[in-house]
Structures are given as structure tokens and as C-alpha cells.
């Protein structure tokens, strides 16, 4: 496929987040997804961000395996991910599940900088590969457990999950800083919910709010 292509399927992707999000306004309380997200989502050439024979499916309306048994999510998911998380452009993010990169380039272009963990090593080693070519100079990629968050960073802005705990990790509450917000998805693995957390700026109590239903693979690890 061409360039041209990839551009014409990536603004339907767009189009099609759009017309999601109106579908579950009242759900996730808004009719529009920031519009700095929407930008990223618009330009960042996703197909990029999976393996070769399956850039054709990158711009569907559905999660596209990446190999490990993991995959990159599905366009709408990343949009409101990165929308509920309200990252500004100062703020420092911690992502837990690299995969191929896609989610962190989002974020690279929202924040001052992303770290990235993933718990599967030639993903991680692919990623940085795939990050560096887009030119995302902000992100730094490690393989590692992303439970145990990255303490030598911390405390972290905004954190971001792209797979699910049963329970949301203490070490990753207790690197949140205050007035900072996560977003992960979480339960069981036949209950799961995307999660907002909010960490008061004032004495440190968490508010937690269920967005929407969703299926992601299980956080190892956790």
C-alpha cells in the first residue's frame, strides 16, 4: 500500500473516533475527545506500529496482534485513553506495556517526556527501533516488570496501563504524583473496566471513577 492509502484509511480511523465517542457520550461524559489527541491521532502513521504483513488492518476499528499473544488497541481505546489521562505539554508519563510503541508515540507528542515499560524483551527492543524511526527522541523503552512502575523517574505526572490488573498495583499509586491521574484498565479477566484514577493534589487521597467496559490482555506480572 501507498502513502495516499495510509492517509485516507487514517482519516476514516479518525472519523470513525469521532462517531464512538458520540456513541458513548454519556458514558464517558463528553461528545468530543481532545482535539491535541485527535491532531496526533490524525498524522501518527499507526501502521507503523505493526508487523508488516498486518498494515493493511492498522486503521480498523479493532485491536491488530503485534506477536507475544499481546496487541495494540484498538484505535477509539487508545483516543480515550489519552484523552481521560489530560496530559500536558511539562508533564512526565510513565507507560506500563510498550507493545510496538503506538501508544507512547501518541504520548510523545502530547508530553515532555515518556517512559515506557514492557515486560516482553524483542517487544521493547522493537519498539525502540520503531519509536526512534518516527522520531519520538522523548521516550526512553525498558524491559522489565512494569508492576514495580520505574522508581528512579518517579513520581510521574500521568500513568498509563495497556493491560489490565485484577487490583490497580500499590507501587504504581504510590509513584502517581499529587494532582496526577492514571488510566488502566482493570478486574477480572471477564470483568474488566478502564479506570480513572485521580490523586488530590492537596492530601493525597485517591478518587476512582469506571469509564467503560473493555478486554485487555492480563498485566504480567501483576
Given at each position: 500500500m501507498?502513502?495516499?492509502?495510509?492517509?485516507?484509511?487514517?482519516?476514516?480511523?479518525?472519523?470513525?473516533?469521532?462517531?464512538?465517542?458520540?456513541?458513548?457520550?454519556?458514558?464517558?461524559?463528553?461528545?468530543?475527545?481532545d482535539?491535541?489527541?485527535?491532531?496526533?491521532?490524525?498524522?501518527?502513521?499507526?501502521?507503523d506500529?505493526?508487523?508488516?504483513?498486518?498494515?493493511?488492518?492498522?486503521?480498523?476499528?479493532?485491536?491488530?496482534?503485534?506477536?507475544?499473544?499481546?496487541?495494540?488497541?484498538?484505535?477509539?481505546?487508545?483516543?480515550?485513553?489519552?484523552?481521560?489521562l489530560?496530559?500536558?505539554?511539562?508533564?512526565?508519563v510513565?507507560?506500563?506495556?510498550?507493545?510496538?510503541?503506538?501508544?507512547?508515540?501518541?504520548?510523545?507528542?502530547?508530553?515532555?517526556?515518556?517512559?515506557?515499560?514492557?515486560?516482553?524483551?524483542?517487544?521493547?527492543?522493537?519498539?525502540?527501533?520503531?519509536l526512534?524511526?518516527?522520531?519520538?527522541?522523548?521516550?526512553?523503552?525498558?524491559?522489565?516488570?512494569?508492576?514495580?512502575?520505574?522508581?528512579?523517574?518517579?513520581?510521574?505526572?500521568?500513568?498509563?496501563?495497556?493491560?489490565?490488573?485484577?487490583?490497580?498495583?500499590?507501587?504504581?499509586?504510590?509513584?502517581?504524583?499529587?494532582?496526577?491521574?492514571?488510566?488502566?484498565?482493570?478486574?477480572?479477566?471477564?470483568?474488566?473496566?478502564?479506570?480513572?484514577?485521580?490523586?488530590?493534589?492537596?492530601?493525597?487521597?485517591?478518587a476512582?471513577?469506571?469509564?467503560?467496559?473493555?478486554?485487555?490482555?492480563?498485566l504480567?506480572?501483576?
Amino acid at each position: 500500500m501507498d502513502t495516499e492509502q495510509f492517509d485516507e484509511m487514517r482519516r476514516f480511523m479518525v472519523a470513525e473516533i469521532a462517531s464512538t465517542t458520540v456513541m458513548v457520550a454519556e458514558r464517558i461524559g463528553k461528545y468530543n475527545l481532545d482535539a491535541r489527541v485527535m491532531e496526533v491521532m490524525g498524522r501518527l502513521p499507526r501502521h507503523d506500529f505493526v508487523p508488516v504483513d498486518l498494515q493493511p488492518y492498522a486503521y480498523l476499528s479493532r485491536p491488530v496482534p503485534i506477536g507475544y499473544d499481546k496487541t495494540v488497541s484498538q484505535p477509539f481505546i487508545v483516543a480515550l485513553m489519552s484523552d481521560l489521562l489530560q496530559v500536558g505539554a511539562q508533564d512526565i508519563v510513565l507507560e506500563i506495556g510498550t507493545g510496538l510503541g503506538y501508544q507512547a508515540a501518541v504520548l510523545s507528542a502530547l508530553a515532555r517526556k515518556v517512559y515506557s515499560i514492557e515486560i516482553i524483551e524483542p517487544l521493547a527492543t522493537q519498539a525502540v527501533h520503531r519509536l526512534a524511526r518516527a522520531g519520538c527522541a522523548n521516550v526512553e523503552v525498558k524491559a522489565a516488570n512494569g508492576c514495580d512502575g520505574w522508581p528512579e523517574h518517579a513520581p510521574f505526572d500521568r500513568i498509563i496501563a495497556t493491560a489490565a490488573p485484577q487490583l490497580i498495583p500499590p507501587s504504581l499509586i504510590d509513584q502517581l504524583k499529587p494532582g496526577g491521574r492514571m488510566v488502566l484498565p482493570a478486574g477480572l479477566p471477564d470483568n474488566q473496566h478502564l479506570i480513572l484514577v485521580e490523586k488530590s493534589a492537596g492530601d493525597g487521597k485517591l478518587a476512582t471513577r469506571e469509564i467503560l467496559p473493555v478486554s485487555f490482555s492480563a498485566l504480567e506480572g501483576a
